[in-house]
């Protein structure tokens, strides 16, 4: 089936210093590929996204680069700042129906004063 | 002010009660989702729905039912059924159609049964 891999599952960085958050998709249909964050006890909330026609996008301190062939996805963080700490999830628009959403299981985020 | 909202915030049953979360949006999404999240974990698909009076199983869906009679309404019940109903509940929705859309999600209920 269907699936979407995210690594690490924590990441732990010095504030100031730069994240990476990774992800794999299975189907090759896949074409939109959004990321949200999720501050403790909040709602998850979209930061940014990605289409299949389009390697890079940035967005100030954050962007996503998309690789096709290989099929994975990543987040970059530069700057860090306490304020980024936070659960991200990536997901992947599934095949079969592409309004739904295969996600990822999250990162956990931790930025040190 | 558009968006999605849900109600209540938080929720406490007895076991063996039946409960109903409620979730509307005014944003003219065709499409709703529901989503269980369990402490320090991912997002799990209960129900979606693209239509009015048509919905669909996710992957973990047994002991929860819904409905959608109208466009801007997707009710969640918990029922007896459900083993382990203590979760976060989290109601969204999006555009339809090909191409994949952002999901904009509601604020949550917390729901604990004892």
């Known amino acids: 089936g269907e699936n979407v891999e995210q690594h690490p599952s924590t990441l732990s960085v010095q504030e100031g210093d730069s994240a990476v958050i990774k992800c794999t998709y299975s189907?090759?249909?896949?074409?939109?590929f959004p990321w949200y964050k999720q501050e403790l006890g909040k709602r998850p909330q979209l930061i940014i996204d990605?289409?299949?026609n389009v390697g890079e996008k940035k967005d100030q301190r954050i962007a996503v680069t998309l690789n096709k062939t290989a099929k994975h996805f990543s987040l970059h963080i530069t700057e860090t700042q306490p304020e980024d700490s936070a659960v991200y999830f990536c997901?992947?628009?599934?095949?079969?129906?592409?309004?739904?959403?295969?996600w990822g299981a999250g990162t956990k985020l931790i930025i040190k004063p | 002010d558009g968006g999605i909202t849900q109600s209540p915030k938080y929720l406490f049953r007895k076991e063996g009660q039946n409960v109903t979360l409620s979730c509307e949006q005014n944003l003219n999404h065709d499409a709703m989702y529901w989503y269980r999240q369990d402490p320090g974990q991912g997002l799990r698909l209960i129900y979606y729905?693209?239509?009015?009076?048509?919905?669909q199983k996710g992957d973990i869906a047994e002991g929860y039912s819904v409905s959608r009679e109208k466009k801007e309404s997707f009710p969640l019940t918990v029922t007896s059924a459900q083993k382990n109903p203590t979760a976060f509940y989290l109601c969204?929705?999006?555009?339809?159609?090909?191409?994949?859309?952002?999901?904009?999600f509601g604020p949550g209920t917390r729901l604990t049964v004892t």
């Open positions: 997901a992947a628009s599934s095949g079969d129906s592409n309004y739904q959403l295969i």
């Open positions: 969204a929705s999006s555009m339809s159609g090909s191409g994949g859309y952002e999901q904009y």
């Open positions: 729905s693209q239509i009015v009076n048509d919905f």
């Open positions: 189907d090759s249909a896949s074409n939109y």
């Open positions: 990605i289409r299949s």
